[in-house]
């Protein structure tokens, strides 16, 4: 069975440090390319940073360039995000996702062809 699994969310303050684990059973994330995703409230799910997959390099959207870094450690079949310096507008609830094929389209990563999804981890991001 397919499955992907979020942790690491929580309440953090403004300035503050999460990494976030994505953890895959049923597959080998080597296989496949995964991004994660966030949806603020009132807010559409929009992608936040990929990594392709074995030898795919890393996307991040604008707003999280530089704060932000995606790994994956393929033994543990696990994808961090680690997010620094966040920001009350970081809010929201964080789902990666996985699929055979990545499609970025100006600038942002597209859910197209995103096969399987957690069920998501809360961050929040507030003093």
């Known amino acids: 069975q397919v499955q992907l699994v979020e942790s690491g969310g929580g309440l953090v303050q403004p300035g503050g440090s999460l990494r976030l684990s994505c953890a895959a059973s049923?597959?080998?994330?080597?296989?496949?390319?995964i991004a994660w995703f966030r949806q603020a409230p009132g807010k559409e799910r929009e992608g936040v940073s990929s990594?392709?997959?074995?030898?795919?390099?890393?996307f991040y959207v604008d707003s999280v360039k530089g704060r932000f870094t995606i790994s994956k450690d393929s033994a543990e079949n696990t994808v961090y995000l680690q997010m620094s310096s966040l920001k009350p507008e970081d809010t929201a609830v964080y789902y990666c996702a996985a699929g055979p094929t990545l499609t970025l389209v100006a600038g942002t990563i597209s859910e197209y062809g995103m096969e399987s999804w957690g069920k998501g981890t809360l961050v929040i991001v507030s003093s």
């Open positions: 049923g597959f080998t994330l080597d296989a496949y390319a």
């Open positions: 990594i392709g997959s074995s030898g795919g390099g890393t």
